[in-house]
């Protein structure tokens, strides 16, 4: 039939508010986009932006991205060097701190935890999203259900407008306001917690990395394998080449004498602490003195002015679930059940298994396909019974399903991974009392099935538990 005379699709019936336009936000609103259902976009920054810094999407995740929809994949394969002649990738621990040798190696895959600078690959995604999808400037203060008992929820932004929406899916980051409203303001997940570790990032020129340590160890182009991560006591260093080997990431993550961040300035109420301070070379220096010389080097490579990041995170005080509840005894915004966190917002990690915005890709991927499922349902609730006051209620108590759906499938593994990320960390910097930070065949049996609980995911059997989960809540 000529598409002329193809009769219009019928009208989508929910309209979803993302809060944050990071790598969380930028991916469910492509997978929304994919799957037809509306949504707006909201970021209070001037434009899509994320630091020039290295990341890498582990297996888990590039499958992830290949269901939320295959042209953001093949948009992800474009941005990732793609390594000729199909061989295994490894990451490589070197005692960074004695002979710098590799102690272990950790089979990854092939062209498998591709890393690249995120501002690339989010560049790159945001491309993909329909022009006027994307609300910039527009700071969430505050949430609240429309009066009348039209299930839909009024969202407003610090300059005082408002907009609404049937669900809003709070992808706002650790500092997470959503969160915050979701669970009240006196909830201790309500904030995150210091990790008492700190890192230093930056890209360095490769030519001076590779004149360092050899192509060996540093380029994507070299034939032997290129991650690397060299530990020592209270220290370690990641490496890997970004930019089509324009530049080597590294990553300096140092555990700090003083366990309590000094660097913030606690402004209170609603307003995130400072999670950077000002750093410099010697201090980076400090971390790795008695180190192996080719380390002090490499560090030695950063630049002289440095921003100190403090590693927060989710651990001491997890979110009890990830959506809200009508009654909120702790205080909550009262729309809870139509608001939801994910990625960061949910379940911040520190660095160290590399999986945050991987796990965010994974909430983002069951939260469209369980989006998705309300629309399908509420298409055949139209037909059925049109339009009127008892398809409104029921778009409401779908779209709560939904997010319970979505609670119910990732909770467990979202939880795990703060603590696992820093179990693996005290292995590094050898912290952990039961493990010779020199035994290296421990160290690296802990860390590879913490690695490997999150690699070997199936993801596609995320997606169908999803939906099995929402049935099994709508029929509740
Ligand atoms: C040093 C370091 C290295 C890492 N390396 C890796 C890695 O290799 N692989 C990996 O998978 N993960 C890695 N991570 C973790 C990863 O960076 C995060 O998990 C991920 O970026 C979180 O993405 P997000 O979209 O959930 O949150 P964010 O990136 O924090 O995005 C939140 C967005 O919400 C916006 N926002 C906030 N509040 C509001 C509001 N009230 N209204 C409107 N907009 C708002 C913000 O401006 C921001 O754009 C690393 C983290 C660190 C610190």
Redesign the pocket.
Known sequence: MPSSTMPSPPKPPIHVAI???????VILALGLQHRNIPFTL????PA?TELG??????PN?ERALALVDPEVHRVYKRVAPTRAGGLMEYFQWADGHGSNEVVARLAIGVDAFQ?GRRADFVEAWAALVEGGRVRFG????DCRMKEGGDGRVVMRFADGEEEEADVVIG???????TRRLILGPSSPSSRPSYTGKY?Y?SLVPMAHATALLGPARTTSRSKSLNRFLYLGPDAHVVTYPVARDQFLNV?LVVTDPDPTWRGGKGEGEGKERHHTAPGDKEDALRAVEGWNPAIRALVGLLPDALQK?A?FDMHEHPAPRYYGLDQEGGGGCGCGSLLAV????AH??G?HL???????VEDALVLAELLEAVGEKLQLLQQDEGEGGKEKKKKADLCRAALVAYNNVRYERTQWLPGATRAVCALFHGQNEAVRRDDWDTVMQETSKRFHTIWDYDVGEMVEEARREFEKVVGA
């Open positions: 809060i944050g336009g990071g790598i969380t936000g909201y970021e209070r920054l899509l810094a290295g990341i890498g999407f582990s995740a890393g527009m700071e969430l203060v992808c706002d980051g650790i500092h997470s306001l890192c990032r990553l990041w590693i994910a990625g960061d917002a911040a990690a660095p590399g999986s945050g915005a991987g796990f965010g």
